[in-house]
C-alpha cells in the first residue's frame, strides 16, 4: 500500500482447494519456496479471504510453528489459563472466583512512550511542525523507511516455535455502526486472555469481513523465539531491548514488538481505540477520546451523559464508578477510558465505549476509594504484577485497611513473607493492574451495549492541580471549551515514565495517545461547531485536588461528593439562571449554588478562587507550550483564546 510495510507475501491460490487445515505461504520470492504450518485450532479455510492473506503474510514473516484460530469461548480461556498456570505463567488466585495473578518480567511494566511511533509518509501527517531544537512531547513520528528497517531486524522468525494466535475482536457493541473490527495476531496467550476480557472477541466478526467491512491489522510479538537466547525471567517472554511499537494509520496497521504488558500488547486498546480510531475519526467525521462516560440521574429521575477526560493518577476509573452522596442521586457506568463519539442525524453526540472490560491501575483501589471497582474484579479477571496473600487474595498498596495484617503476602516480585508494615518496598508494583469485564460492574448502565450509544450532554477535562486552579469552571463557549482541553495538565504520574511531582501538559488528556498532528485534532474539534445541527455539549473543567494555601491539605473532600459538582454541571445543562459567576477563565459556581448540605466546612472562597499572579502565570506558559509544541499548525482560533483569556486575567481585580 501507500508507503506501507510490504511483505512480498501471498497466498498460494494456485494450488487448488486446500484440504488440510493449514496455512499455505509462498514467500516471493522464495528463500525456501512453499511452506504449510499447522492450523492447531480453527479452521483456517472458513475465514474471509482478506484475512487469509493478513495471517498468512504474517505467518510467512514470523515462521510460527502452529496457528491458533480463537472463538472466545470459554473453554477456550479454560484451556489456555490451564497452560499458563503449568508453565508458571500464571497462578490461581484460591480465594477468588476464577481469577489469576500474572507476575511480569520487571523488565516489562509500563507502555513504552519512547519506543512508540506513528508511521506516516510525511512527517506532519503525524505530529505538529515544532519549533527548532524542540522536542516534541505529542506522539513520535517515524519514516516509513525507518520503521520499515526496524520492523525486519525483529519481526522475521520472531515467533518461531511458538503458536500464533489469530483474534478476531470488534471494538464496540458487535454490530452498532459506530464499532470497529480488528484481527490481533500474538504469540502470546497472556494476551488472548487479557484480550478475551477487553473486547468483543467473537467468530462474528469473520461475517463481518466477508461482507467487505475494513478491519484493523494488529500484529503482536513477545520477541522470544524458541529455542531462547535470553533467559526468561518469571517465565514472562519479552524483549525489552528491542520494543518497537508501531502505527500504520493509512494501512490501519499495528506492528507491536518486545512487550507482553498492557497498552504495549493488548492492541485493541491504546493503539487501535485511541491512536488509529483518532485518525479514523478525524478522517469520517467522528471523535475518539481518552475519556469516560457516566450517566448521573436526580431524585427526580432526570439523567444525564457525561463524558470526562482526565490524565492518569487522577482517579478516573474512580470518578466513572462514582458512588453520590447525596440522598437520592445515582451514577451508573458505561466506560472508564475510552469514548467513541459521533453526531447523529439529529445533532445529538452519540458515545460508545468501545471497550468491554476494565484494565486499572491496582494500587489506591480500595473499599473506600472504589468499593464499585472491588465488586467488580471479584471473579474473572486476570490481575497483573500484584501481591498475592497467603490465602490467594490479592494485595497492593492502599488496601491495608481492607487486609488482615497477621496474614502474609507474595510481592509481585515473588518474595515470600512480606508483610505491611514491616516488608521492604512495595508488595505490588505502583502500575499493577487489574482486568475485569465490564459486564460484573454493579452499576453498569443498562445502556452500555446500546448499538445506538448514549447521548452525551457534557464534557469534563480534569486535572491535579494543587494550586490556583477552582474546583468547577464552565467553559464560555465551545472554542474556549477546546482551549480547556488544549491546556490540561495535571501533577505527574508515577505510572508513567515520567517521575516526580511536576506539573505536565496532557492536551485532551491524549498526549500518549495521539494518532495525527495534534494541530490538526484541535481543527477537527473546531470543526464541530460548523455544523449547525450539532448539539455541541458544554464544557467544563473540574479539579478535586487543590490543597490550602496554609495547612497543605485538600480543600475538596472529592470521592462520592463530587455529586455536588455533578448536580451543578446537570442543572447547567438544564439551563438553569442564576448558578454562575463570571471570572476571567470561565464560569464559576454562583455563591449558595453548588449543594453543600451535611458537608463539614469547607473553605469555598479559597478553593473558587482566581489568583491574578498565578493565572497570568500560566497564561504565559500556557502560550509558551502551544508556541513550542504545537508552532504553526496551532488554529488561529485557539491562540485567539488563549489572547482574549490573557487580556481577561490582567484585568483581575482581588
Ligand atoms: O479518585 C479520586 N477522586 C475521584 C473520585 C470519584 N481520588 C484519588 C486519586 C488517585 C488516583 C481523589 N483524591 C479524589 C477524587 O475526587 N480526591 C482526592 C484528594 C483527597 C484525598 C483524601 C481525602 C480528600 C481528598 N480525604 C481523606 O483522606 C480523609
Ligand atoms: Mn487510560
Given at each position: 500500500g501507500k508507503g506501507g510495510y510490504s511483505l512480498r507475501t501471498r497466498l498460494d491460490s494456485q494450488s487448488g482447494p486446500v484440504d488440510k487445515n493449514t496455512v499455505q505461504v509462498i514467500t516471493v520470492p522464495a528463500p525456501e519456496g512453499s511452506y504449510a504450518v499447522p492450523v492447531v485450532k480453527g479452521d483456517f479455510n472458513i475465514l474471509p479471504q482478506a484475512a487469509k492473506i493478513f495471517i498468512a503474510e504474517h505467518v510467512a514473516l514470523c515462521k510460527p510453528r502452529g496457528i491458533y484460530i480463537c472463538d472466545g469461548s470459554e473453554e477456550e480461556a479454560q484451556e489456555l489459563t490451564d497452560k499458563l498456570v503449568s508453565r508458571g505463567n500464571l497462578e490461581k488466585l484460591h480465594k477468588m472466583d476464577n481469577c489469576y495473578l500474572a507476575r511480569t518480567d520487571p523488565a516489562d511494566v509500563a507502555r513504552v512512550e519512547s519506543k512508540t511511533f506513528i508511521v506516516t509518509e510525511e512527517r506532519s501527517e503525524s505530529v505538529p511542525d515544532v519549533a527548532e531544537g524542540v522536542k516534541g512531547i505529542l506522539g513520535q513520528w517515524m519514516s516509513t523507511d525507518d520503521a520499515t528497517k526496524e520492523l525486519a531486524i525483529r519481526f522475521p522468525g520472531c515467533m518461531a516455535g511458538r503458536n500464533m494466535y489469530v483474534l478476531p475482536f470488534c471494538m464496540g457493541p458487535l454490530g452498532s455502526p459506530l464499532s470497529r473490527i480488528g484481527v490481533q495476531l500474538t504469540d502470546f496467550s497472556y494476551v488472548v486472555l487479557s484480550m478475551r476480557v477487553m473486547t468483543r472477541l467473537s467468530p462474528r466478526v469473520w461475517d463481518s469481513i466477508r461482507v467487505g467491512e475494513e478491519f484493523v491489522k494488529c500484529v503482536h510479538s513477545v520477541g522470544c523465539p524458541r529455542p531462547e537466547t535470553r533467559k526468561l525471567v518469571n517465565n514472562w517472554p519479552c524483549n525489552p531491548e528491542q520494543i518497537l511499537v508501531t502505527h500504520f494509520p493509512d494501512e490501519r496497521l499495528i506492528m507491536s514488538y518486545g512487550s507482553g504488558y498492557g497498552g504495549n500488547s493488548l492492541l485493541g486498546k491504546k493503539c487501535f481505540a485511541l491512536r488509529i480510531a483518532s485518525r479514523l475519526a478525524k478522517e469520517e467525521g467522528w471523535l475518539a477520546e481518552h475519556m469516560l462516560i457516566m450517566s448521573v440521574t436526580n431524585p427526580a429521575g432526570e439523567e444525564k451523559f457525561i463524558a470526562a477526560a482526565f490524565p492518569s493518577a487522577c482517579g478516573k476509573t474512580n470518578m466513572a464508578m462514582l458512588q453520590p452522596t447525596l440522598p437520592g442521586w445515582k451514577v451508573q457506568c458505561i466506560g472508564d477510558d475510552i469514548a467513541w463519539m459521533r453526531f447523529d442525524s439529529e445533532g445529538r453526540l452519540r458515545a460508545i465505549n468501545p471497550e468491554a472490560g476494565f484494565f486499572g491501575v491496582?494500587?489506591?483501589?480500595?473499599t473506600k476509594t472504589n468499593p464499585v471497582a472491588v465488586q467488580t474484579y471479584q471473579r474473572n479477571s486476570i490481575f497483573t504484577n500484584v501481591g498475592m496473600t497467603d490465602d490467594g487474595g490479592i494485595f497492593w498498596e492502599g488496601m491495608e485497611k481492607d487486609h488482615d495484617p497477621s496474614v502474609g503476602v507474595t510481592t509481585w516480585l515473588g518474595q515470600q513473607g512480606w508483610k505491611v508494615g514491616e516488608g521492604e518496598g512495595k508488595a505490588a508494583h505502583p502500575n499493577s493492574r487489574f482486568c475485569c469485564p465490564?459486564?460484573?460492574?454493579?452499576?453498569?448502565?443498562?445502556?452500555?451495549?446500546?448499538?445506538e450509544g448514549v447521548v452525551i450532554e457534557a464534557i469534563i477535562f480534569g486535572g491535579r492541580r494543587p494550586r490556583g486552579v477552582p474546583l468547577v469552571i464552565e467553559s464560555l463557549g465551545w472554542e474556549h471549551g477546546v482551549l480547556m482541553g488544549a491546556a490540561l495538565k495535571s501533577e505527574a504520574t508515577a505510572a508513567a515514565e515520567h517521575r516526580g511531582n511536576t506539573i505536565m501538559h496532557d492536551p485532551m488528556a491524549m498526549r500518549p495517545f495521539m494518532g495525527y498532528n495534534f494541530g490538526h485534532y484541535l481543527e477537527h474539534w473546531l470543526g464541530l461547531q460548523d455544523n449547525p445541527d450539532n448539539k455541541l455539549p458544554k464544557i467544563f473543567h473540574v479539579n478535586w485536588f487543590r490543597l490550602d494555601?496554609?495547612?497543605?491539605?485538600?480543600l475538596w473532600p472529592g470521592f462520592g461528593e463530587n455529586i455536588r459538582v455533578l448536580d451543578w454541571i446537570c442543572r447547567r445543562i438544564n439551563g438553569e439562571e442564576g448558578l454562575t459567576v463570571e471570572s476571567a477563565i470561565g464560569l464559576l459556581p454562583a455563591p449558595g449554588a453548588l449543594d453543600l448540605q451535611g458537608l463539614g466546612a469547607v473553605d469555598m472562597e479559597q478553593l473558587m478562587s482566581v489568583p491574578k499572579d498565578y493565572w497570568q502565570e500560566d497564561m504565559e506558559e500556557t502560550r509558551h507550550f502551544l508556541q513550542q509544541q504545537v508552532g504553526r499548525d496551532l488554529p488561529a482560533v485557539i491562540a485567539q483564546q488563549v489572547h482574549e483569556q490573557s487580556l481577561r486575567v490582567n484585568q483581575i481585580t482581588e
Open positions: 491496582a494500587p489506591g483501589t480500595n465490564a459486564s460484573q460492574c454493579p452499576i453498569i448502565h443498562p445502556k452500555w451495549q446500546d448499538p494555601d496554609n495547612s497543605g491539605k485538600f
